[in-house]
T-cell receptor
């Protein structure tokens, strides 16, 4: 069974600081996705990482994938209040049935 | 970008009634849609995969007779919670896979439906 874990589960940080969210998964996969969820809302797609060493950046967020370590990171640079949300990573299954397994989520709160 | 419409956004019902939730892909045809359930402050749990023109594939532990899924057209999947009980109260989210995305499992998500069963 594919398991996806995120660390930390909760993160409170000051504006202007940098931090990294980690996503570990238990079986081989080379497709990983990051989503953002605001309270009471659905999911917004942030990044799609499709190969080992993939790195993508959008604004203050940068995501990377290391398939050998089964690890993805979401790095936040100079955090601003608007980034407060819950962030999920999700991993594709290997059996071609298009299922996504979601991580536990990281609730990020940016303090002014 | 692709849009997935989910309706209703919120529903309150009495115990024992059935509730239907609709998920529509507005500007593309989705042969595959997914239904998720999310408990407060928890992650998304896949309930079932909805395939156009065929039976849905349910995840282990999900009651097929409780959560009826119909995917009768390429743009519409419905989830019916039958004989709802308070423990069925949750946030239900659908998603639709973008066709032709090859190795990319690009899914767009509906806005979600918050079900409260009294």
């Amino acid at each position: 069974e594919l398991k996806v874990e995120q660390n930390p589960l909760f993160l409170s940080m000051q504006e202007g600081k940098n931090y990294t969210i980690y996503c570990n998964y238990s079986t081989t996969s080379d497709r990983l996705y990051w989503y953002r969820q605001d309270p009471g809302k659905s999911l917004e797609s942030l990044f799609v990482l499709l190969s080992n060493g993939a790195v993508k950046q959008e604004g203050r967020l940068m995501a990377s994938l290391d398939t050998k370590a089964r690890l993805s990171t979401l790095h936040i640079t100079a955090a601003v209040h608007d980034l407060s949300a819950t962030y999920f990573c999700a991993v594709d299954s290997l059996w071609g049935n298009e299922k996504l397994t979601f991580g536990t989520g990281t609730r990020l709160t940016i303090i002014p | 970008g692709a849009v997935v419409s989910q309706h209703p956004s919120r529903v309150i019902c009495k115990s024992g009634t059935s509730v239907k939730i609709e998920c529509r892909s507005l500007d593309f045809q989705a042969t595959t849609m997914f239904w998720y359930r999310q408990f407060p402050k928890k992650s998304l749990m896949l309930m079932a995969t909805s395939n156009e023109g065929s039976k849905a594939t349910y995840e282990q532990g999900v009651e097929k007779d409780k959560f009826l899924i119909n995917h009768a057209s390429l743009t519409l999947s419905t989830l019916t919670v039958t004989s709802a009980h308070p423990e069925d109260s949750s946030f239900y989210i659908c998603s639709a896979r973008i066709p032709g995305s090859g190795g990319k499992n690009i899914q767009y998500f509906g806005a979600g439906t918050r079900l409260s069963v009294l």
